[in-house]
Structure formats: structure tokens, C-alpha cells
């Protein structure tokens, strides 16, 4: 085989890619990241055994991410090469997909809000440190847990009604653009006897909803209607409803693409195609 490895390294999870040199996915590989080039190493070997794959069958490898700073050199002696990791997020959710030009939002450990066309052009519009890092901090203070699949799991059994104050609590004749059922204060109404489900449900509801606001000012600024979310907090139950809210108030759509976690890996590993598609 002759196999392109897009590899993103987060802060809190590594993720790589196997590609074809066509740009076609073989697959695709997320370990936790309890130290950035530990788990390099270690998702690279686990890759290699799980497709059956050598160093031999390996073109190069494609570093993206902030933890690829702390990687010199070639990998396994391999040809290793680097990719901006905004280059890599943009170029990976246009090819996810299927557009021609959006703003890419990619939830990590905070979030990137990016400008991306299907020419090569990306530009940084904003970022913030609200994300991942964010829900498992705050997760873990307030019901003991930090990891994320405990967390989507413990989230999805809360109800907000005892957590957050929503717009028909505090007003009998809001405005007709308002949904009644929206998020006036997040954390406003916490009931005493709150569970830790719906104290979880609560923070992903925050964080969700700080994105989704920050992705409209995005949009606005670009005179753009189209959003592609990626990251590993696409994968949250609360993420589809929160955004069909934004899409009602703002008219803006909002894409969650399959495989939406690994769009930084798939990106780094097609902006290395694009410009040695022979080395």
C-alpha cells in the first residue's frame, strides 16, 4: 500500500488517519492523550497492527495539531511533515462536507472559528476557550467527572428545567422571534436538589450555546449562512437541537458532517496531496 497518516494531536486526544493517495479514507483511529508525544507513538503502533499495515507501506506521515510543536524529526524514520493546523481544520470540513466555502467551527479543547473556500484559502477569524477543556473542568468541579464519554453519557439524562431559566420564566409576551423555550440565563434557575445529571446537562448547554452565539457573529462577519461543525464534541446528543435552534432564529445551516472528530487529521493528510501529490 502507499498510505498518507494525517495525524491531528490535540491537547486532550490524539487522532490519525490512513489515506489513499486519491484523498480516500482507509481508516480512522482516536486515542486519549495523557501526554502529547506518548500517544503519538502509541496511536501510530496501535494504527500499523489494527490495518495490518508496516513502516514500509507508509508515504509519509503529516503532524497538524498543537501538540505536533513538541515532535522533531522524522517519525519512525518516515518522511514526516507539518500542516498549520487551521489549514488542516479548514480544508478537512469543506472536503467532510461537501461545500465550496463556510465557516468551520472546530470544537476542541476551546474552539477555532475559521473562514475556509475550497481554493486553499483559510483565515482565522476568532478563537475562544470555551470547549471540551471547558465541559470537563467544569464537569469535574461540579459532579466529579472529567471524561468525556462519562460526561455525554451522564448529560443525557438531565432535565434543564432544573438548571437553566428560559425566556417563557420570565416573560409572558416575548418577542415573537423568541422561542419561548430559549435559554434566557444559563445556570439562572438551579434548583437546590439539582442531580448531577442535570448539573451536567446544564454545562453542556453553556458551552453549546457560547459556541453557537460566537459561530453567528463568525457568519456575520463573513457575510456567510453556511456553519460546518467538527470536532469530538459533535458527537454530543445536545449538539443536533441546540444548532436546529440557531438555524430557526438566524437563518443560518448548520453542517455535522460523518466522521466530523477526525476533520483536522483528514484535512492534514489532503493539504499534503495538494501540494506534493507525487512525493
Known sequence: MDVILGIDIGGSTTKIVGLRTDGSVISMLRVRAEDQVTSLYGALGNYLTSNGLSLTDIRRVVLTGVGASYVEGDIFGLPTCKVDEFQASGAGGLALSGQDAAVVATM??????????????????????????????????????????????????????????????????????????????????????????????????????????????????????????????????????????????????????ENATFATAIGAGLCSLRKRPEA
Not at 167 to 184: E, G, Y
Not at 227 to 252: A, C, H, W
Request: negative net charge.
Open 108 to 257: 476542541g479543547t476551546g474552539t477555532a472559528f475559521l473562514w475556509a473556500e475550497r481554493s486553499g484559502t483559510v483565515r482565522h477569524l476568532c478563537g475562544s476557550g470555551i470547549g471540551g477543556g471547558t465541559l470537563g473542568g467544569l464537569c469535574h468541579k461540579l459532579v466529579g467527572m472529567e471524561r468525556f464519554g462519562q460526561i455525554k453519557k451522564l448529560a443525557a439524562q438531565g432535565d434543564l428545567d432544573r438548571v437553566d431559566l428560559t425566556i417563557k420564566d420570565i416573560s409572558q409576551n416575548a418577542a415573537v422571534t423568541l422561542d419561548p423555550d430559549m435559554t434566557a440565563a444559563n445556570f439562572g434557575d438551579l434548583a437546590e436538589d439539582a442531580t448531577p445529571a442535570d448539573l451536567a446537562a446544564g454545562v453542556v448547554n453553556l458551552v453549546l450555546q457560547a459556541i453557537g452565539t460566537m459561530t453567528v457573529l463568525a457568519c456575520q462577519c463573513c457575510g456567510c449562512s453556511t456553519v460546518v461543525l467538527t470536532g469530538s464534541m459533535t458527537t454530543l446528543d445536545q449538539v443536533e437541537p441546540n444548532f436546529r435552534n440557531f438555524e430557526k432564529l438566524y437563518g443560518i445551516r448548520y453542517l455535522i458532517p
